[in-house]
């Protein structure tokens, strides 16, 4: 299997680099954003839970968001690997992560976090807002609280895959493409 984490403060490219990445490898994207957003429209208990959450730009708890990981997971059993996108956000998670892998017998390759300085991802978010209509990316304040909590709670993934050598740095300023070819290059570096 080959196992990725795609990394990265709100706004930084991943939903966009993923499509791209799923084509080109061939893996499973998972999106527990994506996830989340899909249970809020579809009223489950689950959704209505997480979106006090969602709504303030605070994390939903991490037992709700693994439950909900882990059996998006066992919905591909055949996968031939994975793009975690907007997860793990915590260093439980991210236990919790390496724990499922490793009952397969594998493990994360690589995690690659786009870096974007903070006011390109606000300008980023609020431009998204007007087409995606998701709330928490107009509203000035909870864009700065999710920021804020990336670099409080998440960040320390980076470090947590970093202690195993699995993290990189991409510089994700420049065209889609040229961010695409700066991922394609870390990950084939892990697939030689
Ligand atoms: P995203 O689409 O990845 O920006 O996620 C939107 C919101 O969903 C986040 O601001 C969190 O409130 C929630 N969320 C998504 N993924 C996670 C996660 N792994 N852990 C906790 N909350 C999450």
């Known amino acids: 299997m080959l196992n990725l984490i795609l990394f990265g403060p709100p706004g930084s490219g991943k939903g966009t680099q993923a499509p791209m990445l799923v084509e080109k490898y061939g893996l499973v994207h998972i999106s527990t954003g994506d996830l989340f957003r899909s249970e809020i429209g579809n009223k489950t208990s689950l959704g209505l839970e997480a979106k006090s959450y969602i709504d303030k730009g605070n994390l939903v708890p991490d037992e709700l968001t693994i439950r909900m990981l882990k059996a998006e997971m066992e919905r591909n ?110 990950i084939d570096a892990v697939l030689v």
């Open 77 to 186: 059993p055949n996968a031939k690997g994975f793009i975690f996108d907007g997860f793990p956000r915590t260093i439980p998670q991210a236990q919790a992560l390496d724990a499922m892998l490793l009952q397969k017998g594998s493990e994360i390759a690589l995690l690659a976090a786009l870096d974007v300085p903070d006011e390109e991802l606000v300008t980023r978010l609020f431009g998204r807002s007007k087409v995606s209509g998701r709330s928490d990316d107009g509203d000035e304040q909870i864009v700065r609280n999710r920021l804020h909590v990336y670099k409080s709670e998440t960040l320390a993934v980076a470090s947590h895959y970093e202690l195993t050598g699995k993290s990189r740095f991409i510089v994700g300023v420049g065209t889609v493409d040229e961010i695409f070819e700066r991922l394609c290059r870390e």
